[in-house]
Structure formats: C-alpha cells, structure tokens
C-alpha cells in the first residue's frame, strides 16, 4: 500500500515538473508603439503613413526606407498605410505629435504654424542648385526653419524629398506665356492661400481659390480653365485627361517631408539615432535624383500623349522670379514671420 502511494506522489511531481518546463516561459512579442517606452526592443511596431498610391515614387521611397530601417534596427516591426489611409497629411502630422504616428511621409501643414507656408514661397527658388542650398536637411535655411516649427510640434524632421517644380496646367491655351506681366486669358485655379492668390493674379491669371478637392470638377465643368500649385508630376496623377497644355513656368519647390515622433526618435539609443540619420541622408539624395530625372520624365509623358508643354528658357523664368519678387513678395511677407527677413537676405547674397 505504501508503496502506490509513493509511486503516485512521484508520478504527480513529475507531471507538474513537465507542465512548469513547457508553459512558464514569458512571451516578450507583445506589440508596442516605439515612442511609450513599453515592451521590449524586440517588440517594437511603427506605424509609418504616407499620401500617394501603391506603386507610385513616394510608396517605393516610403518601403525602401522603411525596409532599410527594419534591416539595422534590432526588432522594429514597420506597418505600411499608403494613399492617407490614417487620413489626409494634416491629420497625419497631429498624429505624429501625439506619437499615435510613428512616421510619416507627405506635404507640410501649416495649420499649427502658418508661417510654415513659406516652404512653398512663390520663386523662392527656380532651379536645382538653389533647391539643394535652400532645401538640403544639413544646412538648408528652409529646411533648419521646418526642423525648428516641427519640434515645437513634437515632431523630428529626418529628410526632405523634392517633388517638382510648379507648373500651371490649362485646357485652353494662354496668352502672352513670356511676358510676366501680360495678361494670359484663362481662369485658374489656386490654393486657398494668399500669396498664391497674388502672385498667379500678378502674372496675368483670373484667379479662383479652391479645394483641390474641387478642383477636378472645377476644370471638367469649366468652371475654371486650369490649375496652378502643382507641378508636372501631380498633374499627370490627377488630371491627365483633362489637361492640353502645361506651363513649366517653375512658380515655386514642392517638397515632401519625412519625419518621425520626437517620443520615438529620443526612445532610440544614441547609435541607433546615428543610424537613422545615416539612413535618412543616402534616401534623401536619392529622392533628389528622382525628381530631377522625374522632371524629364513627366514633360515627355505629356509631350507623347498629345500635351503641348511649354519649357521657358532660363531668362524667361528669371523675368518671371525678378517679376514676383518685386511686385509680390512686399504683398504677402507678412504671412511668414520673422524668418523671411533672414531668406530675403540669403536669396540677395
């Protein structure tokens, strides 16, 4: 009789010494946002969002940089939402500040500081070399300004990605295009913005301020007879059918912005911070030589679909820039601060 009874203890001991063994073990894959500070290295999961479709220049930059980032950091998890799927880029960047965001690729709203609209300034610059000068994220006077609002945002900028320079499209030809000053006979549509406003009404379009929203039913039910504020390449994107003629008149640099939570960013050690930098810098210049081979690209997309593309000689462009510069620029600096004393200082240098 003792002898089953010990016999039985025994077999009880070992059946709980097994079933510790095999279930006791912690499971450390539990998912964390990378900027709260919660869960492990191994667990982290960034959430990085940006506005175009799949398949276009901004989804593959986003997935090549997102994919050289999971490859050097230990454990990071990235979680791709293209075509504002988190919402428009307005929503996106608040997002960001609060860390719900981790990164983000997408225009720059002004809607926490207005004075950001000067990154889209008209003729602030017209060509790549002063693009590069003004725009660089090492020392560009725009870019450190952009760096500096968005901090204030809980926000780190990590690199710029030039898109194009603006353009103005039209279903109907405009006249007197080499003339600055002359009147063009056509209708356009603006952003709702003043100094885009003031300087297409000073180079002779009827101006209507709209939504872009709008603007594609704008253009098919005549209501306006073109667009100004985006360049050859959002064009093709979003009114491709519409569109007989583009001016590549280079009104003012449309960048996107790649950047991240500061809670995130100062969550990374100091050599993984290092790395990101690293990273961001070699995506940067690539983004830099896609959209000057883009600039080619666009124009002869147009051109082989039937669209008469107008490419202003250098001087033509400079008589335009002299144009809004003398006659525009006093009317709407007000808009950017203080900032604009120093760029007004660096475009006289």
Known sequence: MKKKILSALLATLMLATMLSGCGGKKDDSTSSNGGNGS?????????????????????????????????????????????????DYTVVQEAVGLDEVQLMLGSMSNGVDPTLSVQI??????????????????????????????????????????????A?????????????????????????????????SAIGFQTTPLPISDTFTSLQ??????????????????????????????????NHWLYMSLDTWNSLSADEQETVTKLAKEWEAEAYQLAKDNETKYIDLFTEK?????VPSQDVVDAYADYVRTNVWPQIASEYGDIWNDIMAKVNE
């Open 168 to 200: 103005i499209m039209t279903t109907k030809p405009a006249s007197n295009i080499e003339d600055p000053a002359a009147n063009k006979g056509v209708k356009i549509r603006v952003p709702q913005m003043k100094s885009f406003e003031s300087f297409a």
């Open 39 to 87: 869960g492990t290295v191994s667990s982290r999961v960034w959430k990085f969002s940006h506005t175009r479709a799949e398949g276009t220049d901004n989804d593959i930059m986003a997935n090549k940089f997102a994919d050289s980032l999971m490859e050097n950091l230990d454990g990071l998890q990235i979680d791709m939402y293209p075509n504002n799927q988190l919402g």
């Open 306 to 310: 039937g669209v008469e593309v107008y």
């Open 121 to 166: 300034a008209p003729y602030l610059v017209n060509n790549w070399d002063d693009a590069y000068e003004f725009y660089n994220s090492d020392d560009g006077i725009i870019t450190n300004y952009v760096r500096e609002s968005l901090e204030k945002q809980n926000i780190h900028l990590l690199a710029v990605m030039p898109k194009y320079f603006g």
């Open 221 to 254: 039910t005549g209501v306006v007879d073109g667009a100004c504020g985006g360049g050859a390449e959002q064009y093709w994107s979003d009114y491709g059918e519409l569109a007989k003629y583009i001016y590549c008149l280079r009104t003012h640099m449309e």
